[in-house]
């Protein structure tokens, strides 16, 4: 797996379940082009969350670099469109996304043969329990966020009012600690995400 830099310290369970999740997300019919190639976007996706992992924490455990390529698995499934377009909406839709990730994510890690107690440790992390507090937690937390900042925030200032667009980049910096907003600083950005990053910064 390209996406692992030292295969040989995990186990041929491991490599199973990533293998696993990343069959279920090729099924993505969300595509994405990335250098000219067609990709399933919630592989895609995964892909670019293990890297961060990987590159946050170079000794990261086996349960955070599962919760990892497992964050979004089937995400497709249950269409944002699907629910009213409300807060309330919102709120449902993320709450039964978690609930559908945790559930095809422990078929999986059971199917290849898991213990119960690293099943339960996938799912709090990818529930984001003790955010804040364990440090697996925080580094899932600051990979998420800076796979948004490095490749979705020009889609996202496209589609979003600027003013809102400057809070959401607030709320994003706030749940990241201090070393990964010092790799989000390090990226390359265009003039006008450059100008967001400065408004929402102070």
């Known amino acids: 797996m390209r996406h692992l830099s030292n295969e ?29 190639v067609d990709r399933a976007h919630e ?71 898991y213990d119960e107690a690293t099943i339960a440790r996938v799912a709090d992390l990818n529930l984001k329990k003790g955010l804040g507090q364990d440090h697996d937690c925080q580094v899932l937390e600051d990979a998420l966020c800076l796979v948004t900042i490095q490749y979705q925030l020009a889609e996202l200032m496209q589609k979003t009012d600027p003013d809102k667009m400057v809070g959401i980049l607030q709320k994003t910096w706030k749940k990241m600690s201090n070393a990964a907003r010092t790799h989000a600083l390090a990226l390359t950005f265009t003039e006008a995400e450059n100008a967001l990053i400065r408004k929402a910064l102070g």
């Not at 041929?12 to 990533?18: D, G, I, L």
Request: glycine share 4%; charged share 30%.
């Open 8 to 36: 040989s310290k995990y186990g041929v369970q491991f490599m199973e379940a990533m293998r696993r999740f990343d069959e279920e997300n090729a099924q993505d019919p969300n595509r994405i082009l990335v250098d000219g």
């Open 43 to 113: 592989l895609w996706y995964a892909q670019r969350v293990t890297d961060w992992i990987l590159r946050l924490d170079p000794d990261a455990s086996e349960p955070l670099l599962l919760a990892a390529r497992s964050q979004h698995i089937c995400r497709w499934l249950i269409p944002r469109k699907a629910y009213e377009m409300t807060r309330a909406g919102y709120l449902r839709w993320r709450n039964d996304l978690k609930h559908l990730h945790a559930k095809k994510s422990a078929e999986i890690l059971r199917e290849v043969g």
